[in-house]
């Protein structure tokens, strides 16, 4: 089968509108240029030769008849059932007392064959009275007013002495399309001054027009041009591109037609693809070559920087891949993931690979996590978190994994909050990640020792050999931990993994230095606590190993509930984790409360790790991120809604509209599929329209709120609680609606690799 472009090309835009193939013939009718006869200026634009763009018989002592006969006769010879649109491209062709224009418009509709026309114009050519007239022309014929845009940095027009500003070029556009005129625009990329970024933030502004069509044009230095004597003068102000160095940049150009993605970094609207991940054969399949090639790169770039990185692997999901760093001392640990993820975006652009670091960037598949493994270490290099092969190095180990287990029981609020963000909130709970309950998993062999060293007596607990070395009951000896074979710590967001315990909600686009610093403050708390009490006991006469047993006894009983060795996607596991105490709430704002507990509060103060106003201020930036997030959300789904989905879905329904009038006029057919369709489409569209309007007016409200936790309240439960129901009526027009017509790119384009 045939693949879809990912993008309208023209030849699919005339498609649209005609049921027969069009070509544009050029005309050039002899118009001028303000920029030229001395209005704006002289000389024109320092790149421009218009005759570059003409064919041999546009010549201007020849009608505009007989150039359309003459380009007729050109295109007809192989085929002969061509219609055509008169293109007025060469210079200004509005630019001319409004009679004049008139007349040249309607002598080439006249021309047998002409559908319809396409006018080449400066945007500071557009005055009112003639937009009154192509307002007219419009419900005639065939229109499309193309306006040469060229750059939308204000320096860049002025270098190339343009004339007119970009605030020029927007007005016209607006004024043009108000009037239900189909407006094009023209953009030249590489002029001098303007470099990648620069250019992929035109792109941005450009997708903001309200346009129907838009050219992308590479630079060209036409000899004998003020641009090409420039050239020759300061060939450093031009950047010259090479092929694949040109074609990435139109791939970041054209990338923007998903701006969910680019400016969200998920599917706001989509419908599933039929294949997604239910064959698990991404996982279990082979690395494709372009991405093996890829993570080589990737990998080389990361040991240049100081890096270490190990393996890569599929996962589960189409398209998604892993890579593991080799563990180091957090605070470098984090630097160096904050920087992976930058070259790893760099380095797939290199690959014609975009980088989704979003935890949930597509609905029904998989979304990323980081892997935070975590363990604790002594000065020499000892791990404090490995089982040994004495009592004492188990004692150690023992006492250490319970305090662990302690702290994030006290604590499993805050260290919810330390890894909640609006992105990572619809990863977690998701069937795929752990859910937004905080909960350890430890295995079987470990489960039964503090089982064991829980329910043992104080009076057979302790005993020493002849050498005074002592043994407790339940630890004298742990077996080599293997892989347990009820391991279901994949669904655990705090999981014990052998030498160390894995912080599995941590989102794919966070800063680990949150959820660390959270959690080794509540460790150093608890640590601390322990110690005291310990003392407290020795203080009172007891041994120092008899002390720590009984406050290890405790700890086991009170911690108790944080230990969960099931499977933590269940439902069962939700009302369990609430039976037990476990801070279970959901909403994003609200579960950013727990900074600003008591607790909280004493145990980053204790420490000395961050004071009140401190915790305040980050709580209130967590706030105002959140909301931020949510607001663009709803901004950018709304375009889409407005700017995308409902003009589509009209321009089918209207052309479903005219085959069931057709079929109306022929007697015996059945038009009631098509009606039944158009009702569909309809009711879809209806609700789209009115939830949309619902949306905007729920995040007016929200933003005249000035208080951070009450607006980012209001934005979770007034103003994202639309955006999934917008998506189910939208990814139902997308199962309906003519394929060709769809403009943004579909799930199974997005998500497997060619």
Not at 69 to 75: I, N, Q, T, V
Not at 150 to 176: M, Y
Not at 224 to 252: K, N, Q, S, W
Not at 547 to 565: N, S, V
Request: aromatic share 8%.
């Amino acid at each position: 089968m045939e693949e879809r472009t990912r993008y309208n090309d023209f030849a699919n835009f005339l498609a649209l509108h005609f049921p027969f193939k069009v070509q544009k013939i050029s005309l050039n009718v002899g118009f001028t240029c303000p920029n030229r006869d001395g209005v704006k200026g002289y000389g024109g634009c320092t790149y421009c030769n218009n005759q570059t763009f003409n064919p041999a018989y546009c010549r201007t002592d020849k009608s505009v008849t007989e150039q359309l006969e003459e380009g007729k006769a050109f295109f007809a010879r192989k085929y002969p059932e061509m219609r055509y649109l008169a293109y007025f491209q060469a210079y200004t062709n509005t630019y001319a007392e409004l009679e004049k224009l008139q007349k040249m418009y309607e002598d080439a509709l006249r021309v047998k064959g002409v559908v319809g026309l396409v006018i080449g114009t400066r945007p500071d050519c557009m005055p009112e009275e003639l937009l009154d007239y192509l307002e007219d022309l419009n419900r005639r014929t065939f229109l499309l007013v193309e306006y040469g845009i060229e750059s939308t940095d204000n320096r860049t027009l002025q270098r190339i002495n343009r004339g007119h500003t970009f605030e020029c070029t927007a007005d016209a556009v607006k004024r043009t399309a108000e009037r239900g005129i189909r407006v094009g625009g023209h953009v030249i990329l590489g002029l001098p001054g303007e470099d990648h970024e620069a250019i992929i933030r035109q792109a941005a502004q450009v997708s903001e027009l309200p346009l129907t069509t838009l050219k992308m044009h590479q630079l060209q230095l036409v000899r004998g041009t003020r641009m090409a004597r420039e050239y020759e003068v300061c060939p450093e102000d031009f950047h010259l591109y090479e092929v694949d160095e040109y074609i990435d940049l139109v791939i970041d150009y054209l990338e923007r037609v998903r701006p969910d993605l680019v400016l969200t970094g998920r599917t706001l609207m989509g419908h599933e693809s039929a294949k997604n991940q239910q064959l698990e054969d991404h996982y279990f399949g082979a690395i494709p070559e372009r991405v093996i090639e890829f993570m080589r790169d990737l990998e080389y770039e990361s040991l240049r920087l100081g890096i270490p990185v190990k393996t890569r692997h599929n996962e589960v999901a189409p398209n998604q891949f892993e890579l593991a760093p080799i563990y180091e001392e957090a605070n470098l640990a984090n630097d160096h993931n904050q920087l992976l993820m930058t070259i790893m975006n760099k380095i797939a652009r290199r690959h014609n690979f975009r980088i989704l670091l979003h935890e949930k960037p597509f609905k029904g598949v998989n979304g990323s996590g980081k892997h935070n493994n975590w363990s604790l270490g002594t000065d020499t290099g000892v791990n404090l978190l490995g089982p040994g092969k004495t009592p004492s190095e188990n004692l150690q180990f023992i006492t250490f994994l319970v305090n662990v287990m302690a702290a994030v029981y006290r604590h499993n609020g805050l260290l919810k909050a330390s890894i909640m963000s609006a992105t990572n909130a619809h990863r977690l709970g998701a069937n795929e990640a752990p859910p937004a309950i905080i909960s350890t998993f430890l295995g079987a062999q470990i489960s039964a020792v503090l089982e064991k060293l829980e329910a043992s007596r104080s009076d057979a607990a302790i005993t020493f050999s002849a050498k005074n070395m002592f043994k407790m009951s339940g630890i004298s000896h742990i077996p080599t931990l293997m892989l347990d074979n009820t391991d279901r710590n994949r669904t655990s967001p705090f999981a014990f993994t052998g030498n160390r315990f894995e912080f599995r909600a941590v989102g794919s686009s966070d800063n680990c230095a949150d959820a660390m610093l959270t959690l080794n403050t509540a460790v150093a708390e608890q640590l601390t606590r322990f110690k005291k009490a310990v003392d407290r006991h020795i203080e009172n006469g007891m041994k120092k190993e008899k002390a720590i047993y009984e406050e290890l006894k405790k700890l086991i009983r009170e911690c108790k509930p944080i230990h969960f060795d099931g499977n933590g996607y269940s439902d069962e596991w939700k009302a369990e984790a609430a039976r037990r105490g476990l801070d279970c709430e959901t909403s994003t704002p609200l579960i950013f409360d727990r900074y600003l507990t008591a607790d909280s509060i004493r145990m980053f103060e204790s420490t000395g790790v961050l004071n009140k106003v401190e915790i305040e201020a980050r709580t209130e930036v967590k706030w105002e991120t959140y909301t931020k997030k949510i607001q663009i959300e709803g901004r950018v789904l709304g375009d889409l809604t407005m700017n995308h989905i409902v003009p589509i879905a009209s321009r089918y329904e209207a052309m479903l509209l005219d085959k069931v009038y057709k079929m109306a006029q022929i007697g015996g057919l059945d038009a009631s599929a098509d009606i039944d369709l158009l009702k569909k489409i309809q009711g879809h569209t209806a609700a789209i329209q009115t939830l949309t309007i619902e949306m905007i007016e729920a995040r007016k409200k929200a933003n005249r709120i000035e208080n951070a936790r009450a607006k980012a309240i209001a934005y979770h439960d007034t103003v994202e609680v639309y955006f999934e129901e917008i998506r189910r009526h939208i990814d139902k027009l997308e199962e309906i609606i003519d394929d060709q017509m769809w403009t943004l790119p579909k799930y199974r384009e997005l998500l497997f690799i060619k």
